[in-house]
């Protein structure tokens, strides 16, 4: 078993890493959204933020209140259900046909 000290700075340079790479996404997404006028990429979007707020709430309240592993799976499995409920949507939502 990792001693607590390194299990901490373990688990806060694993949400800083996913902060950065699911902003990127999120923030990729918007802005090819933007350009093509797309409400799906929109969703797309918003749906990678939501999925990266939940890892980032969970990660942040597990090391500043000290939650157990059930806890900040239930706070991360919330965001999670709502992120994929979200692409979900995104990829069944249909879009006029830009330029075609």
């Not at 607590?4 to 950065?20: D, E, K, Q, W, Y």
């Not at 918007?30 to 409400?39: D, E, I, K, N, Q």
């Not at 259900?81 to 939502?93: A, E, H, W």
Request: proline share 3%; no cysteine; aromatic share 8%.
């Amino acid at each position: 078993m990792l001693p607590n000290v390194t299990t901490t700075v373990m688990v806060i340079v694993l949400v800083i890493s996913t902060v950065i790479f699911g902003g990127l996404i999120a923030y990729l997404a918007h802005r090819a959204a933007r350009r093509l006028h797309s409400r799906p990429m929109q969703l797309f979007s918003v749906g990678f933020a939501i999925l990266t707020a939940g890892l980032a709430t969970s990660g942040v309240l597990a090391v500043l209140f000290r939650l157990d592993a059930k806890e900040g799976l239930l706070i991360q499995g919330v965001f999670v259900l709502v992120g994929l409920g979200v692409l979900l949507r995104s990829i069944y939502m249909r879009s006029p046909n830009v330029g075609v």
